[in-house]
C-alpha cells in the first residue's frame, strides 16, 4: 500500500504530513483504525486478497492502515524505501535478526549492545544453530577478523548504550558487504535526527519507537527500515506469521509523536550539551561521556558520520556503586526509571539493573563501571536540571 511520498518538502514538513491518507470525513488529525479486521464485499474478493492479487487490508497482524501511516512517515524521515512496524524495539530486532539467518549461519556483533540485543545473538540465535562471535565494535580489525565463510549478517548500535561508543558505521559495511553480509545498525541512541545508517552503508536499521519517536513515556513500539527487498523478503513474513505486531492504537500515539520529534530531540540536544560543558570538569564525576563534545575519545569519527549529539550523557560518579546511589537518590526533579528520550529526565543505573546479568569482568569489557550514570535528558528548563544535578553531586 505504498502511497507517493512527499520528497519535494523538509524533513519537518514531512514529519507532520507524510503517510496520512484521509478517510471521507475529511479528519484533520490522522485516523484511529481501531480494528483488527476488515470486512470483504463478497467472497471473491477474500479469496482476491489472500492470492495476494489485490491490494487491500485483511487483517490487523498483517497491515491497518493507522500502522501503515506510520511506516510510510519513519520510511520518509530514514530515507528508506520500506519500513515494517512491530509492538517493542526489542521485537524490531529480534525481527531482523531471525528473519535473515537460519541454522548454520553466522552472525557478528559488537559486544557494546543493549542487554536484551546482546541476549537475542549470544544465547537466542545459538539454541538455533547460529553462531555468534562478540567484537569491539570500535574496532575494524576485529570485525575483519571475525568473518567465516557461513557470516550472514552484522549488528550494532553506535552510540551505544548507556557507555555512549561511537562505531565507524560505513567501516563496518564496508567489512560486511566485502563478506558477502548484512548490516544492521539498532539507532535509537543516534535518533533519526542525527544519524543515517543506510546513507552511510547499512542495510537495515532498527528503532525502539519506545523512546524518542514516542518521547513521552506512554507506549511501546518499535520499526524495522530497509529496502523493499530486505523488508519484503527477509522481515515481513517472519512479522506476519510470527505475530509481533504493532498495535493500531501505539501507531496513532506514535504518530503524534513523530510531529515534535524534532522539535523535542533538538531541545534535548542541545540541553545536553548545555548540561556537559557545564559539568565535565566536576569534582564529583571521574568521567563526563557526551557524543557532542570535542573531548569524546572519537570526536572525529562523530563529526563524519553524525549530524548532532545525543540527548544522553554518561557519568561517571565518584565512589562506584555507592557514590552512583547517593546522586541518584539525592536527585529531586530528575526521576529513576529506565525510559530515555522521554520528555521527563530520567537516570539509569546499568550495573544494578540493563546490565545487572553480566559478569564484572564483561561488564568493564562493555565500558560500564560500577559508578556509571546514564542520564536521559528531558525538556525541562536546563537551569533546573543543572540544579538538580549539581545538589546532587555535592552529596556524593
Ligand atoms: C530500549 C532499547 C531497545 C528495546 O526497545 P523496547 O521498545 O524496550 O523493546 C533496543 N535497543 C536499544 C538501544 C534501546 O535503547
Known amino acids: 500500500m505504498t502511497k507517493p511520498r512527499c520528497p519535494d518538502y523538509r524533513l519537518e514538513t514531512r514529519l507532520v504530513h507524510e503517510g496520512q491518507e484521509r478517510t471521507p470525513f475529511g479528519e484533520t488529525s490522522e485516523a484511529l483504525f481501531l480494528t483488527q479486521g476488515f470486512i470483504y464485499e463478497n467472497a471473491e474478493t477474500a479469496e482476491r486478497r489472500f492470492l495476494n492479487e489485490e491490494t487491500g487490508y485483511s487483517y490487523t497482524r498483517y497491515t491497518n492502515p493507522t500502522t501503515t501511516v506510520f511506516e510510510e512517515r519513519m520510511a520518509s524521515l530514514e530515507g528508506a524505501e520500506m519500513a515494517a512496524a512491530t509492538a517493542t524495539g526489542m521485537a524490531a530486532v529480534t525481527a531482523a535478526m531471525m528473519g535473515q539467518v537460519q541454522a548454520g549461519d553466522h552472525v557478528v556483533a559488537a559486544r557494546a549492545l543493549f542487554g536484551s540485543c ?84 547499512a542495510d537495515c536499521v532498527v528503532y525502539s519507537a519506545t523512546k524518542h519517536i514516542d518521547g513521552q513515556g506512554r507506549c511501546l513500539g518499535g520499526v524495522i527500515l530497509g529496502s523493499a527487498d530486505f523488508i519484503e523478503n527477509k522481515v515481513q513474513q517472519f512479522l506476519r506469521m510470527t505475530g509481533p505486531t504493532l498495535s493500531p492504537f501505539n501507531a496513532w500515539v506514535l504518530l503524534k509523536g513523530l ?106 569489557d562493555m565500558g560500564i563501571p560500577d559508578g556509571l550514570v546514564r542520564f536521559s535528558t528531558g525538556l525541562e528548563h536546563r ?14
Open 118 to 201: 546482546r541476549w537475542i545473538v549470544e544465547d537466542l540465535l545459538p539454541r538455533f544453530g547460529v553462531g555468534c562471535t562478540l567484537v569491539d565494535g570500535r574496532d575494524l580489525d576485529q570485525w575483519r577478523e571475525a568473518v567465516r565463510p557461513e557470516t550472514k549478517a552484522f549488528l550494532l548500535e553506535t552510540p551505544s548504550n548507556p557507555s555512549l561508543e561511537i562505531i565507524d558505521i560505513e567501516g563496518v559495511a564496508e567489512i560486511a558487504h566485502t563478506a558477502g553480509a548484512t548490516l544492521t545498525v539498532d539507532n535509537v541512541f543516534a535518533t533519526p535526527l542525527w544519524q543515517k545508517p543506510l546513507a552511510l552503508g
Open 259 to 364: 510531529e515534535t520529534l524534532s522539535l523535542r530531540v533538538e531541545r534535548q540536544t542541545a540541553t545536553a550539551g548545555f548540561l556537559a560543558d557545564a559539568l565535565h570538569d566536576h569534582p564529583k564525576l571521574r568521567r563526563l561521556t557526551f557524543p557532542g563534545r570535542p573531548d569524546h575519545p572519537q570526536a572525529d569519527l562523530i563529526r563524519r558520520q553524525m549530524s548532532g549529539g545525543s540527548t544522553m550523557l554518561a557519568l561517571e560518579v565518584e565512589g562506584g556503586k555507592d557514590g552512583a546511589f547517593r546522586f541518584m537518590n539525592a536527585l529531586r526533579l530528575i526521576r529513576i526509571s529506565n525510559n530515555l528520550g522521554d520528555a521527563k529526565s530520567l537516570v539509569t543505573h546499568p550495573m544494578t539493573t540493563t546490565h545487572q546479568r553480566f559478569a564484572p569482568e564483561i561488564r568493564a
Open 383 to 396: 537551569e533546573d536540571l543543572l540544579e538538580d544535578l549539581t545538589q546532587a553531586l555535592e552529596r556524593v
